[in-house]
């Protein structure tokens, strides 16, 4: 290419103000803009089209294909020529005795997560901000954020095993308060604390870095003019500190609150027994034993994209409540 | 420094007390998340019998290492181990240089496009097909009950799109792109000798998050994956530990007493084995991830 180019700024103008100068003088149409980026960058362009092939093929294929949902699927036929029965799936799973136990389960389980799981990173967060940087502050880090890395299989397996009746420490401790052996994992009203707790044990550490550094961002003369005019340390954390994280811990409320439905699949699946499965079928769980198991594939379809456009308005909802009420959501 | 400052004005007889409760605090914390790590290495150092009957709690009892010799010398633990291997490094390369490939134009002002495309992939983060319509792609694609299974259609991350470009975006300079444009670089070179080398610590911070998710996740396997030579290290793991299904090394032997026992402080000792490359890198981790983790909350 000639050296002329280069002399002239890169046409679409980063900044706001610069675009309204080049638009004086003549402002490039779209597709004139588009033909030179094109000709200019065309590696760029080159470069992304395995990714993107990527997310057509794994991602918006598969929201076509979900096209099963409203039909009889066939193999042989395959998603698109199979034969078209309306709602007739949606039908049968709304009255199905398993719906409401489902979604019931579902939300419950859940929402207890997010009730469980918001407030305590935060209460971390700012136990830790409190003390000074050493030796204690750093190793309560270092531990607790180290769960988070474990495997799902290995928490549960851990889970299972610290609270099995023979060889577990849980029953010995409570031994110890005349409470006699429990058999926590054969009753259905203990899979929720324990689905929770575990999760709690695992994440909170992680959980707590987003809001230690949303505490670090405050303004260090906030904390300063606070004290001078002598404020306490729990009045601070009140005024200064709660207030400093509010739009973050929105933001991740919004999210876990949105994404209730779409609870996952990996640790309640492993968790199941026939003996808590009364309330340990989730949505997620009957949808891989709906499609994979009982190769019902239709109905599954139904089931998971059910699940899918009640998580997306829910999401959607919230993230529209949130605005409202603080004035930040997750598209500011 | 503000610490310094703060310290001039003398801390109250309330503050003192608060900040003795919140030590107490954050020591309970520790203990409650260090007690059941620590009970599981105790468990899986102890003798058998030890054990079984539930005499171990924070120290080996009757120290021995049998469990981790039956362990390590169990074909199906050595294989899926080694499948995890080839996914976690293998599902890692993919997955690294497809993120750069798509994060690095998207990066770019002058990509036309940008946008849309980047609507494009927070819309996956929002609305998902589901499980059966994404199998029905894996299926035709015959990669079902292969290798490819596991690298392949979990390989982009939008989380780490995100992070990525807002790294590349941040940190290179449009300058030093036009510089390099005069001195005669293409868009390519420019990404391979200027924007990689500068990116090292965001490229290190996604690798990281795709080699642990690969090591960890048996999702996929569980999906995709028939042929037990092909399993993962987690699903080798779930049968032991979860479904209890007797290791072959086990299962030869009629299920006498001490079998059953060796089964017990077996799986103690496969937690602490299976979590061991994670625990080698995690002072790496906690160093570079919480960076990581920032520069995507960043909004952009």
Known sequence: MSGTIEVKPAPPAPVLKQVVTTARIRRPSRWTEARRSFRRHWQLYLLIIVPLAYFVIFKYIPISNAVIAFKDYSPIKGPWGSDWVGFRNFELF???????????????????TVLASFPIPIILAIALNEIRTGFFKKTVQLVTYAPYFISTVVVVSMTILVLSPRIGFVDDAIGLFGIPAIDFLGDPNYFRHIYVWSDVWQTTGYSAVIYLAALAGIDPALHESAKIDGASRIMRILHVDLPGIMPTAVIILVLGVGNIMSIGFEKAFLFQNPLNLAQSEIIATYVYKTGLLNADFSMATAVGLFNSVLNLFLLLGVNFAAKRITGSGLWS | MTKESASTIAETRTDRIFLAGVKVMLTIALIAVLVPLVYVVANSFSSAGAVSSGQVFLWPVEPSLRAYQEALSDPQILKGYYNSLVYAVGGTLISVT??????????????????????????????SGGLIPTYLVVQDLGMLNTRWAMVIPSAIGVWQVIIARTFFRHTIPDDLYEAAVLDGASDLRFLWSIVLPLSKPVIAVIALMYAIFQWNTYFDALVYLKDPGLYPLQIVLRNILILNSTTGAAADVAATLERQQLANVLKYALIVISSLPVLIIYPFIARHFTKGVMVGAVKG
Do not use: C, D, E, H
Request: glycine share 2%; hydrophobic share 60%.
């Open chain 1, 94 to 112: 709304f009255q199905n005795p398993v719906f409401w136990t489902l979604v019931k389960n579902t939300f419950i389980l859940a929402a207890y």
């Open chain 2, 98 to 127: 497809l993120t750069v490939a798509i994060a690095y134009p998207l990066s770019r002002k002058t990509f036309f496009g940008r946008n849309l495309i980047m609507s494009l992939l927070l819309f996956t983060m929002l609305f």
